[in-house]
């Protein structure tokens, strides 16, 4: 990679194994966790039960998030204010808003 060249340039993201592991590893846990919920529905659950359950992908969802944009802001966003371009900080801005309503 060159030096004045961002790794997410051209709207991309150039991962490390690591991170995509990481990354996916988290997925395929919010995916384990949705099959039981769509199980206890099939089997009735008790709906406390079943919304303790989203509670639990909800908050895996939110830390896959969080790990996510994490990355984004060490590697994007750094990599495009040392390039000049301000403009990732309106943009940064306004995915943070998203995250808090």
Request: aromatic letters at 2%; charged letters at 35%.
């Amino acid at each position: 990679m060159e030096d004045n060249k961002c790794a997410c340039s051209n709207r991309h993201k150039i991962r490390t194994k690591e991170e995509q592991k990481r990354l996916n590893n988290r997925l395929k846990k919010v995916e384990g966790q949705i099959r039981g919920i769509e199980k206890m529905i099939e089997e009735d659950a008790y709906c406390p039960d079943i919304l303790i359950q989203v509670s639990a992908v909800t908050n895996a969802l939110n830390s896959f998030a969080t790990q996510l944009l994490s990355c984004h802001i060490k590697s994007c966003v750094v990599d495009d204010i040392k390039n000049g371009k301000e403009e990732t900080i309106d943009e940064l801005c306004e995915l943070i808003k998203k995250f808090s309503k």
